[in-house]
């Protein structure tokens, strides 16, 4: 197809985000809600938001530092614990507030070690969200010292997903920020309530980006050290594939995480990828290099709504193509952070 000079889209929604708290939180809100109506805000602060109350509070402080003018509403999430009540799961449910709770592997990313340390402990809860149709967002990565990092994804499927659908079938899932072909296949090909968000820098580059600039030459490039971990080319190309398919149980997740500048360029680096800045602009690109701009739309506007079951959201977004420049980095409360790609071109920019 003839590649356009302008995109017009439905006002597309994230439904993966990380926004911390307080004024780091204020500063980079601003970046997500000049392009999305909405998004699941993740819940793994300090300490984590485990209960309806905190979420409430939580939302309460996000929407004070929405700056004026601005239309966004956050979606709040619960963080699920070896310990979470099938009280607090419909307390969540009747909030209206509340639209999934997250189940972090116990030190699988930032912020995870207050998480689940064996899912059949959360079985009370887990029944609980299934007859209140609340749905479960899971970083799928298991976390055995013992297993390869770029392999965790796939052993999470085989050792911890498939017996857990077993065990609760009528379960809504989303197994977020997918990296690896064998997950693109398990979600497509699974019948039931399963989908999967994927992530701009899942969809823009391989393992080899986190090793090796533009021109080739090696360095860890800790920027874009993220988790799950970028893979091989082959399972790229595999979610791209997905994300740009028919399947509507593929959508749009950024994933974005920002850390201060200082605690990704260190010797034990935080795992995250800030990409609220050029979060849209970076998709298209994906869809442009697939040949797929047409459908950019239903994966980043209305699959996501349609499988939470919320209504689309009816304003509209205007992308055109101008080169622009990344910024090198942006204020984060106290510190600054970097943007994934800093400082390189991007051909699309939201000008509306």
Same mark, same amino acid.
């Given at each position: 197809?003839?590649?356009?000079?302008?995109?017009?889209?439905?006002?597309?929604?994230?439904?993966?985000?990380?926004?911390?708290?307080?004024?780091?939180?204020?500063? /980079?809100?601003?970046?997500?809600?000049?392009?999305?109506? %909405?998004?699941? /805000?993740?819940?793994?602060?300090?300490?984590?938001?485990?209960?309806?109350?905190?979420?409430?509070?939580?939302?309460? =402080?996000?929407?004070?530092?929405?700056?004026?003018?601005?239309?966004?509403?956050?979606?709040?999430?619960?963080?699920?614990?070896?310990?979470?009540?099938?009280?607090?799961?419909?307390? &969540? %449910?009747?909030?209206?507030?509340?639209?999934? /709770?997250?189940?972090?592997?116990?030190?699988?990313?930032?912020?995870?070690?207050?998480?689940?340390?064996?899912?059949?402990?959360?079985?009370? &809860?887990?029944?609980?969200?299934?007859?209140?149709?609340?749905?479960?967002?899971?970083?799928?990565?298991?976390?055995?010292?013992?297993?390869?990092?770029?392999?965790?994804?796939?052993?999470?499927?085989?050792?911890?997903?498939?017996?857990? %659908? =077993?065990?609760?079938?009528?379960?809504?899932?989303?197994?977020?920020?997918?990296?690896?072909?064998? &997950?693109?296949?398990?979600?497509?090909?699974?019948?039931?309530?399963?989908?999967?968000?994927?992530?701009?820098?899942?969809?823009?580059?391989?393992?080899?980006?986190?090793?090796?600039?533009?021109?080739?030459?090696?360095?860890?490039?800790?920027?874009?050290?993220?988790?799950?971990?970028?893979?091989?080319?082959?399972?790229?190309?595999?979610?791209?594939?997905?994300?740009?398919?028919?399947?509507?149980?593929?959508?749009?997740?950024?994933?974005?995480?920002?850390?201060?500048?200082?605690?990704?360029?260190?010797?034990?680096?935080?795992?995250?990828?800030?990409?609220?800045?050029?979060?849209?602009?970076?998709?298209?690109?994906?869809?442009?290099?697939?040949?797929?701009?047409?459908?950019?739309?239903?994966?980043?506007?209305?699959?996501?709504?349609?499988?939470?079951?919320?209504?689309?959201?009816?304003?509209?977004?205007?992308?055109?193509?101008?080169?622009?420049?990344?910024?090198?980095?942006?204020?984060?409360?106290?510190?600054?952070?970097?943007?994934?790609?800093?400082?390189?071109?991007?051909?699309?920019?939201?000008?509306?």
């Amino acid at each position: 197809m003839n590649s356009p000079t302008t995109i017009t889209l439905t006002r597309p929604d994230d439904w993966h985000l990380h926004l911390r708290d307080g004024a780091a939180m204020a500063d /980079v809100l601003p970046h997500t809600a000049r392009q999305f109506g %909405r998004a699941i /805000v993740m819940p793994n602060l300090r300490p984590p938001v485990t209960t309806t109350a905190q979420a409430t509070a939580y939302r309460d =402080r996000i929407l004070a530092a929405l700056p004026d003018g601005m239309d966004f509403e956050p979606l709040m999430t619960l963080y699920l614990t070896d310990n979470t009540s099938a009280d607090e799961i419909r307390r &969540a %449910r009747a909030s209206g507030i509340v639209h999934g /709770v997250k189940l972090y592997p116990a030190g699988a990313t930032t912020h995870s070690d207050a998480g689940v340390t064996d899912v059949r402990k959360c079985k009370v &809860a887990l029944e609980t969200m299934q007859r209140e149709d609340l749905p479960l967002l899971i970083h799928g990565e298991v976390t055995d010292p013992e297993v390869d990092v770029f392999d965790r994804e796939v052993r999470f499927i085989d050792e911890v997903l498939l017996p857990l %659908r =077993r065990s609760f079938p009528g379960l809504r899932m989303v197994l977020e920020h997918i990296t690896t072909q064998d &997950a693109a296949q398990y979600v497509a090909e699974t019948e039931g309530r399963i989908a999967a968000t994927i992530t701009a820098h899942h969809l823009l580059y391989s393992r080899n980006a986190i090793f090796l600039t533009p021109e080739g030459r090696a360095g860890v490039r800790p920027h874009y050290y993220c988790l799950p971990v970028l893979k091989r080319e082959r399972h790229r190309q595999a979610l791209l594939a997905a994300a740009t398919g028919e399947s509507a149980r593929f959508f749009l997740g950024t994933d974005s995480a920002p850390h201060p500048k200082g605690d990704k360029e260190n010797a034990c680096g935080c795992a995250g990828c800030f990409t609220a800045a050029s979060a849209i602009e970076m998709y298209a690109m994906a869809f442009e290099e697939a040949d797929a701009l047409d459908r950019l739309e239903d994966f980043a506007s209305f699959r996501g709504a349609d499988f939470y079951g919320l209504p689309r959201n009816t304003a509209r977004i205007t992308l055109q193509r101008r080169g622009w420049t990344v910024p090198e980095a942006l204020k984060f409360g106290d510190a600054t952070v970097v943007p994934l790609a800093a400082g390189e071109t991007l051909p699309w920019q939201m000008v509306a």
